[in-house]
């Protein structure tokens, strides 16, 4: 499912005020997968630069239960460009996770330059369980995580939407809007060619924009 650009906007401010908001916003607007996201940490975020590290992803084996993973190809190692307002949003993130690790509330007064998260702090940790204390290194569980911004999407009017399809609207945004395909694919981590199938596919955008511009040379030549 493609989301057009009225209805993913309507979407991410529906998730404002839920604990997903942050995770949702990233999945929209950087196009990386579901299990990227859960294993991003403070460290993969270069504010100066306004981008993100994808060096790791989330994984769920019934052996060693959630872990971190290695990406399945070169491709999947990448850097990501943010949007000044999505960067804004991680620091304010971030900011949360600092007072919480200072022991401060919010709208306290403090220099937070001076509180330190521990080594492999995670963006988007599990959420602590009643009378349990904050983790900033456990891994969210994919699954749960996806059962729960389906469970919010629904109620919010978007039925039948799974996470993972914020990655094949941000693709299909890009490429309708002009992006050149390895751009695009360089951003997802994917195989240009397995993103063109998928595409192709997903919108006919393309081939109504290639019309209006074989119209315009052809312009008086056929009359």
């Given at each position: 499912?493609?989301?057009?650009?009225?209805?993913?906007?309507?979407l991410?401010r529906?998730?404002?005020?839920?604990?997903?908001?942050?995770?949702?916003?990233?999945?929209?607007?950087?196009?990386?997968?579901?299990?990227?996201?859960?294993?991003?940490?403070?460290?993969?975020?270069d504010?100066?630069?306004?981008?993100?590290?994808?060096?790791?992803?989330?994984?769920?084996?019934?052996?060693?239960?959630?872990?971190?993973?290695?990406?399945?190809?070169e491709?999947?190692?990448?850097?990501?460009?943010?949007?000044?307002?999505?960067?804004?949003?991680?620091?304010?993130?971030?900011?949360?996770?600092?007072?919480?690790?200072?022991?401060?509330?919010?709208?306290?007064?403090?220099?937070?330059?001076?509180?330190?998260?521990?080594?492999?702090?995670?963006?988007?940790?599990?959420?602590?369980?009643?009378?349990?204390?904050?983790?900033?290194?456990?891994?969210?569980?994919?699954?749960?995580?996806?059962?729960?911004?389906?469970?919010?999407?629904?109620?919010?009017?978007?039925?039948?939407?799974?996470?993972?399809?914020?990655?094949?609207?941000?693709?299909?945004?890009?490429?309708?809007?002009?992006?050149?395909?390895?751009?695009?694919?360089?951003?997802?981590?994917?195989?240009?060619?397995?993103?063109?199938?998928?595409?192709?596919?997903?919108?006919?955008?393309?081939?109504?924009?290639?019309?209006?511009?074989?119209?315009?040379?052809?312009?008086?030549?056929?009359?």
């Amino acid at each position: 499912m493609v989301l057009e650009e009225d209805r993913l906007q309507a979407l991410v401010r529906g998730f404002k005020a839920s604990a997903l908001f942050p995770i949702v916003a990233v999945a929209a607007f950087t196009g990386a997968r579901r299990n990227e996201i859960l294993a991003l940490r403070w460290d993969d975020l270069d504010v100066g630069k306004k981008n993100l590290r994808i060096e790791r992803a989330a994984e769920h084996t019934d052996k060693y239960g959630l872990r971190f993973k290695d990406p399945k190809t070169e491709r999947g190692t990448r850097t990501i460009a943010i949007d000044a307002d999505l960067l804004a949003l991680l620091v304010a993130e971030r900011e949360k996770h600092l007072r919480i690790m200072a022991g401060v509330p919010d709208g306290a007064a403090v220099d937070l330059s001076l509180v330190k998260l521990p080594a492999g702090a995670l963006m988007f940790p599990n959420p602590p369980e009643p009378g349990e204390s904050f983790s900033f290194t456990k891994l969210r569980n994919p699954r749960n995580t996806t059962k729960a911004f389906v469970r919010k999407a629904k109620g919010l009017g978007f039925a039948g939407l799974q996470l993972k399809d914020l990655r094949g609207t941000h693709e299909t945004h890009l490429l309708d809007k002009g992006m050149s395909v390895p751009a695009v694919a360089a951003r997802c981590g994917h195989d240009p060619a397995v993103m063109l199938r998928s595409y192709a596919k997903r919108t006919r955008k393309a081939d109504t924009a290639i019309v209006d511009v074989i119209g315009a040379i052809s312009k008086g030549a056929l009359q």
